[in-house]
C-alpha cells in the first residue's frame, strides 16, 4: 500500500471521528512499516456507539426473521464482492499470506450467510398444560451486546459472534483488537450498504483500558462474548458477574494431537505441520502438543520436519502478527531449551529470505519434551510443536487431559473403534478423528480454562437470546 490510509469509528451507520482526536500506528508484521492510522477510542465514543445501538434496537428486534435473513445474506454477498479489499486490508495489519486471508475473509461472509439461514428456524415451544392454558417459549434478544475480537483473526472471530447476535435481534458494538481493526471497520461500512438500519452495528477501535472496559461496564449492554487470551477473559468475566450479565469466553487453548502407531502416518504428519503453520500457529485451536506413540515417535516427526523444512517464510507461512508476541514465543523457546527440551527442526528467528524488521520465526518441532515443561503447560501462539511419547493408551488420554485447557484435540488411529473411544475421554469442546471436518454448523467452544458458551452451529444462534415462558388462561367455554 503506497499511502498510509486513516480510519475512523463506525458508529450510527457513518464514520465518526475520534473525540480525542488521536489516532493508533498499525504496522505490517512483514516488514515493520505503518500502514494504517486507526481511530483511538475513548469512554465517550463507547457511549455514542452503546447509545445509538439502544436507540435502533427496539426496531430491529421487532423485525421478522424473513427481514433479518434478507439483510444478513446481504451483508454476505457485500462482503464477497469487497473481497480483494479485505484480503489486502488483511494482508497489510497481519502479514497473512493472500490465500489464508481470502479463506478467512470467505468464511467470515460464510457466517452472515449461515445464520441468515437458520434464523429462519427460530422458534420457542408449546407445553401442555391442559385445555385452559396456552403455555409457549419464546427466544428473545438481550439487547445491545458487546463482541471484543483478538489480532489474529479479526473480522473472522467478529463475523462468528457478530451474525447470530444479529440474526436473534439484537444489535451490536464491536471492538475489534487494536493491532487489526480495519477489515472490522470495512465490515460496518459493507454492513450499512448491505441495509443494516444505522446504529444496528457499530465498531469503536482503540484500546483495552479505554474502549474495551467501558464497553463491558456499560449499563445498556446486556451480554459480552469475548475470544482472546485467560487473563483478558477472566478480567471481562469478573465485570460481567459484577453485573449479573452473561458472557461467552473463547479463550485459550493447549490442544493435543494423539498419534497411534497404527495410523496413517503420512495424513498425521501432515496435520500437525499444518496446524502450525497455518497462520504460524496463532490460532486458539491449533493442536500445539503432539502426543506419539513411543514406536511411532522418531519417524512421525522424521516426516514432520520434512514437510517444515520445505516451506519458505513469506511464501508458505506468515508472520507472528504483534511484536510482543513475536519476543514471547522467542522467549518460550528459550526456555524450553533451558528445560532441556530439543528443537529437532526450527526453533529461531528466520534470517534469510525475509525484511530485517520481519517478526517470521522457523516452524519448529521440540522434542525431549516433559509434561511439567512450560512448553508442554503454556500456550506458544506461535509456530512450534511440542513432542511427547506415550506407549499406553490410558497414558494418551491421561497426557491429552493434562492441561488447564480443553479446547480442541485430534486422534489419529487405524483402529478407528478405538479412535473414536479415545475422543469420548479427552477433555475439550471439539476432537477430530482421522482428519474429520468441522464447519460452520458444528458447535465450537471449550472445556475448562478454554472458555464458557459455544458459538457456531444454531447453538451460537441461541447463545444470544433468552429465553421467555407466556402462559395464558384461556376461557371455560363449557361443553355441548
Not at 43 to 71: K, L, M, N
Not at 214 to 230: A, D, E, K, W
Amino acid at each position: 500500500m503506497s499511502t498510509i490510509t486513516q480510519f475512523e469509528h463506525w458508529i450510527g451507520g457513518i464514520q465518526v471521528p475520534p473525540v480525542t482526536g488521536r489516532y493508533l500506528d498499525s504496522t505490517s508484521p512483514h516488514d515493520g512499516e505503518v500502514v494504517f492510522r486507526i481511530a483511538d477510542g475513548s469512554p465517550e465514543d463507547v457511549e455514542q456507539a452503546v447509545t445509538r445501538a439502544h436507540q435502533a434496537q427496539p426496531a430491529w428486534g421487532r423485525t421478522t426473521t424473513a427481514e433479518r435473513s434478507r439483510i444478513l445474506k446481504a451483508i454476505a454477498a457485500g462482503m464477497r464482492e469487497d473481497i480483494d479489499w479485505l484480503v489486502e486490508l488483511e494482508c497489510a495489519e497481519t502479514g497473512k499470506l493472500p490465500a489464508h486471508a481470502r479463506v478467512e475473509m470467505l468464511a467470515s461472509a460464510d457466517y452472515f450467510d449461515y445464520y441468515g439461514s437458520v434464523v429462519r428456524t427460530l422458534a420457542g415451544d408449546t407445553i401442555d398444560q391442559g385445555p385452559r392454558n396456552l403455555t409457549y417459549t419464546r427466544h428473545e434478544p438481550y439487547g445491545v451486546v458487546a463482541v471484543i475480537t483478538p489480532w489474529n483473526g479479526a473480522l473472522n472471530q467478529g463475523a462468528r459472534g457478530i451474525a447470530p447476535a444479529l440474526a436473534a435481534g439484537n444489535t451490536v458494538v464491536l471492538k475489534p483488537s487494536e493491532f487489526t481493526s480495519a477489515t472490522s471497520l470495512e465490515l460496518g461500512r459493507i454492513a450499512t450498504e448491505a441495509g443494516l438500519p444505522d446504529g444496528v452495528l457499530g465498531v469503536v477501535t482503540g484500546l483495552g483500558p479505554t474502549v474495551g472496559v467501558p464497553l463491558v461496564s456499560h449499563p445498556l449492554v446486556r451480554r459480552v462474548g469475548f475470544t482472546g487470551s485467560v487473563a483478558t477473559g477472566q478480567a471481562i468475566g469478573r465485570i460481567a458477574a459484577e453485573r449479573v450479565i452473561p458472557v461467552g469466553l473463547e479463550l485459550g487453548g493447549k490442544s493435543p494431537i494423539v498419534v497411534f502407531a497404527d495410523a496413517d502416518l503420512d495424513g498425521a504428519a501432515k496435520a500437525a505441520a499444518t496446524g502450525i503453520l497455518a497462520n504460524s500457529g496463532q490460532i486458539c485451536w491449533t493442536t500445539t502438543r503432539l502426543l506419539v506413540e513411543r514406536s511411532a515417535q522418531d519417524e512421525l516427526v522424521r516426516r514432520i520436519g520434512l514437510i517444515l523444512n520445505a516451506k519458505r517464510p513469506g511464501v508458505d507461512f506468515g508472520p507472528i502478527i504483534t511484536s510482543p508476541q513475536f519476543d514471547k514465543v522467542l522467549g518460550m523457546l528459550d526456555t524450553a531449551r533451558q528445560e532441556g527440551a530439543r528443537a529437532a527442526f526450527g526453533g529461531h528467528k528466520c534470517k534469510d529470505g525475509v525484511p530485517e524488521r520481519g517478526l517470521y520465526i522457523q516452524p519448529t518441532v521440540l522434542t525431549d519434551v516433559k509434561p511439567d515443561m512450560q512448553a508442554a503447560r503454556e500456550e506458544f501462539f506461535g509456530p512450534v510443536l511440542a513432542t511427547m511419547p506415550f506407549d499406553t493408551e490410558d497414558e494418551a488420554v491421561a497426557l491429552a487431559n493434562d492441561s488447564e485447557y480443553g479446547l480442541f484435540g485430534a486422534v489419529w488411529s487405524g483402529d478407528t473403534a478405538r479412535a473414536i473411544a479415545v475422543a469420548h475421554r479427552i477433555e475439550s469442546g471439539q476432537v477430530t478423528v482421522n482428519g474429520g471436518a468441522m464447519g460452520n454448523e458444528t458447535p465450537f467452544g471449550g472445556y475448562k480454562m478454554s472458555g464458557i458458551g459455544r458459538e457456531k452451529g444454531i447453538e451460537g444462534l441461541y447463545e444470544y437470546t433468552q429465553l421467555k415462558t407466556v402462559s395464558v388462561g384461556l376461557p371455560d367455554l363449557g361443553t355441548e
